[in-house]
């Protein structure tokens, strides 16, 4: 009679020998399928796939292993930036088509609660207003006509700043906590409070400093003594850091947004009647004076075109457009004059970084774009009444970058 425990180690082992038969199985039908599917070079698979809509582009992420390692490679995203065009980006609390549906659903994600991590931040989430619930939507122009895209992504925050794909936003589960995030990954995280101060009184950067490889966060507020203050928070560590702000009485206010392009980001600092900008390099974090061609009215501005700052303005008859190339030792050259079709109540909010057009929008909220080749300038079909300001349109690119290689 067999005892006992020899029963169970006979029922181990025969349970052990049908496990390893069925892997075998498994393994010889996986290895069957693999030959049936001819071999792609992967340079091949990544010419393919960089030329993918981007809702196609992120579904495709999910297909395999290998895809999603191709696509988050930083060479794929390095150029697939390079042939991505500028969209505007906003928030409004109207939903628009969904366009990046996610695991083929029409969901969508409240940014705010990815970080619901205990008790007082659930707390606060249930306690935020619903009516200031807001949908991030990017609007991009094409032949002529202007298009409304949704994220399927909601928050409560503000978009403070861009950079290269990332947003940057107000966390509402911690007062004067900021959020960054890419809309199309969704991948989030979260930057503790820097200097508490009036949102009236402060505004953002958001820049990359190519020579570290670093994405910086830049606050400016004024103090007690209205000094403008600077405090700089790099992507990755933990404290915002100090340095030494623009010199006493340059700032009038500090309403207008930085624009990034030449290796630095250079404010407009007076409501009207500006005769400089007031730039920080990124690298040195060292704060300098511009002067301009000419003063900077209310409806004139700044924007990056190519590789170099441009400064837009408005004169009786025409549009002046000039081009500064350098910080150091560069002059402004007038580049571009428009002449006919040109209102004088038109902002500059973006150029295009591939077609390199110039987008203007009126104060009447319609949106013109002026062709540089042929020296013409076209309003806008089809175009969506966006019910938000210019100020708060934000110059963007749909891309899969990430601020880390994880």
């Excluded at 297909?63 to 999603?68: D, N, S, T």
């Excluded at 088509?97 to 007082?120: A, C, R, Y």
């Excluded at 209205?226 to 500090?254: H, N």
């Amino acid at each position: 009679m067999i005892e006992e425990p020899s029963c169970k180690r006979i029922a181990s082992m025969s349970r052990s020998a049908k496990e390893s038969e069925l892997f075998r199985t498994v393994e010889e039908k996986r290895k069957q399928q693999e030959s049936l599917i001819p071999y792609v070079h992967e340079d091949c698979v990544s010419n393919i796939l960089i030329r993918l809509p981007l809702d196609s582009l992120h579904r495709s992420m999910f297909v395999c292993k290998h895809w999603f390692n191709v696509i988050c490679s930083p060479i794929f995203v390095e150029t697939h930036l390079r042939r991505s065009e500028s969209v505007l980006i906003f928030t409004t609390q109207t939903r628009y088509n969904e366009v990046f549906p996610h695991s083929g659903k029409s969901n969508t994600l409240s940014i705010e609660s990815k970080f619901m991590q205990s008790d007082e931040s659930l707390s606060l989430f249930h306690n935020l207003d619903p009516t200031s619930k807001t949908f991030i939507h990017f609007l991009e122009f094409k032949d002529g006509l202007s298009n409304v895209g949704e994220y399927s992504l909601s928050c409560f925050g503000r978009i403070r700043a861009t950079c290269c794909g990332l947003i940057l936003l107000d966390n509402k589960l911690k007062k004067g906590g900021l959020i960054i995030t890419n809309p199309v990954t969704r991948k989030l995280t979260s930057i503790p409070p820097g200097t508490l101060n009036s949102p009236h009184d402060e505004s953002y950067g958001f820049a990359y400093d190519d020579v570290l490889g670093q994405y910086k966060v830049v606050h400016l507020f004024r103090d007690e003594l209205m000094y403008i203050s600077c405090e700089i928070f790099i992507i990755g560590t933990k404290k915002w850091r100090a340095v030494d702000g623009p010199s006493f009485g340059l700032f009038g206010w500090l309403g207008f947004r930085p624009v990034e392009a030449i290796g630095a980001l250079h404010w407009i600092p007076q409501v009207n009647h500006s005769d400089c900008i007031v730039s920080l390099e990124i690298e040195t974090e060292k704060f300098q004076t511009i002067p301009l061609p000419n003063s900077c009215n209310m409806y004139d501005g700044i924007v990056e075109i190519g590789c170099s700052l441009s400064f837009v303005t408005h004169q009786e008859t025409h549009t002046d457009i000039w081009i500064l190339k350098s910080l150091s030792g560069e002059v402004w050259i007038k580049q571009h004059s428009i002449n006919i079709g040109c209102r004088m109540d038109m902002i500059p909010l973006l150029s295009f970084r591939i077609r390199g057009d110039l987008v203007f929008r009126s104060k009447d909220g319609l949106f013109y774009i002026y062709d540089f080749e042929l020296r013409s300038i076209t309003k806008v079909k089809n175009q969506n009444r966006l019910g938000v300001s210019s100020g708060c349109l934000f110059p963007h690119v749909n891309s899969m970058v990430s601020w880390s290689s994880n």
